[in-house]
């Protein structure tokens, strides 16, 4: 599942990001056609649901690789049939994009500012560690949050909580990156054998 998905994109922002891009480009409008100055419009939309295509679990991934706690945990010198969990407590992460998308309009080119901020709120579960390489999160609660703007202007927000399945599938982690000065957000529990089968 990615952002984009989670949020119903097109559903929840859409309509009000069609509206503030004709507003911003309205100075422009009487020179183009309708079709054409839609197709401008919409190409800008979809330019700003690209960025929220990127999977919840690789954000999460890629987040978690960056605490001391879980780079322990990830210590490939204990073997690739070693696993181990970890029990999340509450924590928050946070993206800010600013990409700039440019249309031409009778051969002017127009660069339209984007902000886009991605919030995602783990509230818990519990972390599976596999020979070095986060492997799933059990029984995980998650609350998204995601606001979009228009050359500073916020235009659009949606707040909601994520139904995760019971066992979410991380794939192969992000490469550990240096660790940051951040509070705790596990507490390992004790080592149990590759060969527990997995919750379903």
Avoid at 7 to 29: I, M, N, P, Q, W
Avoid at 149 to 163: G, L, N, R
Wanted: charged letters at 30%; glycine letters at 8%; hydrophobic letters at 50%.
């Amino acid at each position: 599942m990615t952002v984009g998905e989670a949020v119903d994109f097109e559903e929840s922002f859409g309509a009000r990001l069609r509206e503030a891009l004709r507003e911003k480009l309205s100075a422009v409008r009487a020179a183009v056609g309708g079709p054409m100055f839609e197709a401008a419009v919409d190409k800008v939309v979809e330019q700003a649901a690209k960025v929220l295509d990127a999977p919840i679990a690789d954000l999460l991934t890629a987040a978690w690789a960056r605490y001391p706690e879980i780079q322990a945990l990830c210590d490939t010198r204990k073997g690739a049939d070693h696993e181990a969990m970890a029990e999340l407590c509450e924590h928050r992460f946070e993206w800010a994009y600013e990409p700039r998308v440019e249309v031409v309009v009778n051969e002017i080119p127009i660069s339209i500012p984007l902000g886009v901020g991605v919030g995602l709120a783990v509230a818990g579960g519990v972390l599976v560690v596999q020979g070095g390489k986060m492997k799933e999160l059990r029984a995980g609660k998650l609350a998204l949050d995601v606001r979009m703007a228009v050359a500073e202007k916020e235009v659009a927000k949606q707040e909601k909580k994520v139904a995760l399945p019971r066992v979410l599938r991380l794939g192969d982690a992000a490469p550990a990156r240096d660790a940051v000065p951040v509070g705790r957000i596990a507490a390992p529990n004790e080592s149990v054998a590759a060969a527990e089968p997995a919750l379903s």
